[in-house]
């Protein structure tokens, strides 16, 4: 039969646990303390500790993943929603900006320098510009002699 651990014996194991668990200190530190040696508390660590270090690491996994799609999830929202809100609220341009910088630096897209194209149907000025070009081409080609050779 195997001997029993010496740190699950000592009388302050819920401090070095949680010395452990933190990972604050080195081991030696703990050791030095808890008048342990460092093999006992690495030991220790190990085979009793790492189901619980690893249950942790997992949860600590699954709650920034779910952190993540909520931050994806809620700045998706943001730029579906910018059209709305342009029309309602007068967001600045930055803001604007910064929403779609923030989402693609959480999806890990790689964006080139900001670039705001803005389309608007034809104005007055460029209709009636179309208007009068299309009238002198119109003038030109009635001022042109017709070709001789259709009156002879």
């Known amino acids: 039969m195997g001997r029993r651990c010496s740190v699950c014996d000592h009388p302050d194991i819920g401090e070095i646990n949680k010395q452990l668990l933190l990972g604050k200190r080195k081991v030696a530190s703990i ?3 808890f008048n342990l040696t460092v093999f006992a508390l690495s030991r220790h660590k190990t085979n009793h500790l790492g189901s619980v270090i690893e249950e942790a690491r997992e949860e600590m996994r699954q709650k920034a993943k779910e952190d993540y799609i909520s931050n994806v999830e809620a700045l998706n929202m943001i730029i579906q ?6 029309d309602s609220a007068n967001p600045t341009v930055t803001q604007i900006l910064d929403a779609i910088r923030e989402r693609a630096i959480q999806t890990g897209e790689r964006l080139g320098s900001p670039e705001i194209i803005i389309k608007w149907g034809k104005g007055e000025e460029e209709e009636k510009e179309s208007e009068r070009v299309g009238e002198e081409l119109l003038e030109q080609i009635a001022e042109q002699p017709e070709d001789e050779s259709k009156n002879a």
């Open 81 to 86: 929603k910018l059209p709305e809100t342009l």
């Open 31 to 33: 050791a030095k303390e």
